[in-house]
């Protein structure tokens, strides 16, 4: 530690080569956070677009699911004569996706390209939805009607000017219809 003082308290420029070693880490330090910062973005941004796809599907089944009829909050049924059959939709959350971040269909996975250069993928969409029960007895502790999704998130993770194997997430979302009164 006492060399180290001396040599920077050198004035012959001993301390030069020193100098910009540091400033180098420093640099390297910082290009490796903002990395982590930028997937940790592009990861909640994502996440949020499917949370919003997944309430989109889950209002559009709110003609179905929470009609007015006298039983109260029964779940999306409809009779078929001889009893009820559920009808709920998935919708097409791909779709609402693509328009919400600007993917498009490629090769079974959705991409997003910025400047020609792979930004991220989305590839294993599974979604589940819930359907509310039919006249609960127990209109508090019953089912809600939900739906859940998970995806797979691929980004290519960049750093000092090269590609490294991508990072691959599972991201799981859910919504559901909680009703008022």
Do not use: W
Request: with cysteine.
């Amino acid at each position: 530690m006492r060399k180290l003082k001396e040599c920077l308290q050198d004035e012959h420029g001993v301390s030069f080569p020193l100098v910009i070693a540091v400033t180098l880490a420093l640099l390297l330090i910082l290009c490796g956070v903002m990395e982590y910062l930028r997937l940790n973005l592009m990861a909640a941004g994502v996440k949020e677009a499917v949370q919003d796809a997944i309430v989109v599907v889950v209002n559009d089944n709110y003609a179905n699911v929470y009609h007015g009829v006298r039983e109260g909050y029964s779940g999306g049924y409809t009779s078929d004569g001889s009893g009820f059959e559920a009808t709920v939709d998935d919708g097409d959350i791909y779709y609402e996706l693509d328009r919400v971040l600007g993917t498009h269909s490629e090769g079974g996975a959705h991409v997003k390209y910025a400047e020609g250069v792979l930004e991220y993928k989305i590839t294993d969409l599974q979604v589940t939805v819930r359907n509310a029960p039919l006249a609960p007895s127990d209109p508090r502790n019953a089912q809600r009607f939900e739906a859940d999704a998970t995806i797979t998130l691929e980004v290519p993770v960049r750093f000092a000017g090269k590609v490294f194997p991508p990072l691959q997430m599972r991201l799981k979302v859910q919504a559901g219809y909680i009703e008022i009164f």
